[in-house]
């Protein structure tokens, strides 16, 4: 039976996060999933890759592991992720302790998507150049690994570099919480076959079938199972799929994706909450 979340930016008038968390588990959601902004700089140098003006709600992101956490204390059964975590803009212990505490909270159902970031200025505001982004992310995901699983970490690369620390608490979930990489580009095979634990693409225009086997390819290539990879994907009705939404889930689980994640529009609750009925009337056709 596939598996269906919903990804959403809270912001100070949206839906607020253990309201959209409650309703997601009582209507049949198996996972919550927000995305991160730390902020957005005013010289707005860097195109918004979706193309078009840059959306207000960009401006206004909840610290998505604050939200999370809130939700994690409000339910039972629902996974928990992040759609992505931005890690370049984060602390390598910092972030080890941030995600293996909320993974403590709750108790084993935290999913780490996680992304480099497309935004030069906000990047540069964190001390990252946009050339390294990529580099950083490897170094800081291997290295927040070697913290999870050891009780003595160390860590020497170029970008991250540390001597043997302790740091607890380690998370509920053995070797850590899923990884899934965010992104997609001739690079991401080999990045999420080395150090991921699967995919969550947006459904936007990419050979997304192409994608899942280079990325099995690449895994076997290294000796890892195709089966031990997590592929999901977020779309939702403001692509305005041909066929309607329903034939492309029925499409995009035929293709091997295991989770669709449905996108909730950044709106008042007088706008989100007829786009959540919807979406929770379309889930029950596939179970």
């Known amino acids: ?53 840059l959306p207000q709600y960009y401006k206004e992101f909840f610290d998505p592991f604050v939200g999370l956490s809130a939700v994690a204390g409000a339910t039972d059964k629902l996974k928990l992720g992040t759609s992505v975590c931005l890690v370049p803009e984060h602390n390598t212990m910092n972030l080890a302790k941030m995600v293996a505490c909320l993974d403590r909270v709750a108790n084993g159902r935290f999913l780490f998507g996680i992304g480099a970031g497309w935004n030069a200025e906000e990047m540069a505001d964190h001390g990252v150049e946009l050339k390294d982004r990529w580099k950083v992310t490897r170094e800081r995901i291997l290295a927040i690994k070697q913290i999870w699983t050891k009780d003595v970490a160390e860590f020497h690369g170029t970008f991250v570099n540390f001597e043997p620390i302790w740091c607890w608490p380690k998370p509920v979930q053995a070797g850590g919480p ?110």
Request: aromatic share 12%.
């Open 178 to 287: 899923p990884v899934l990489m965010g992104a997609w580009s001739k690079f991401v095979p080999k990045r999420v076959a080395e150090y991921c634990d699967g995919w969550i693409p947006v459904d936007a225009g990419i050979d997304l079938g192409g994608g899942i086997e280079a990325i099995r390819s690449e895994g076997r290539r290294r000796g890892r199972s195709s089966d031990e990879f997590d592929f999901s994907v977020l779309t939702g009705e403001e692509f305005r799929p041909a066929g309607g939404l329903e034939a492309r889930v029925g499409a995009l689980l035929k293709l091997g994706f295991h989770r669709v994640v449905l996108m909730v529009p950044t709106a008042a609750p007088d706008k989100q909450w007829p786009a959540l009925e919807r979406y929770a009337k379309l889930i029950r056709t596939f179970h």
């Open 1 to 53: 039976m596939a598996d269906f979340g919903l990804i959403a930016i809270p912001t100070h008038y949206t839906v607020q996060p253990v309201e959209l968390g409650r309703w997601a588990e009582a209507n049949g959601f198996e996972s919550l999933w927000f995305g991160e902004h730390s902020h957005i700089p005013t010289s707005r140098k860097t195109p918004f890759p979706m193309g078009g003006e």
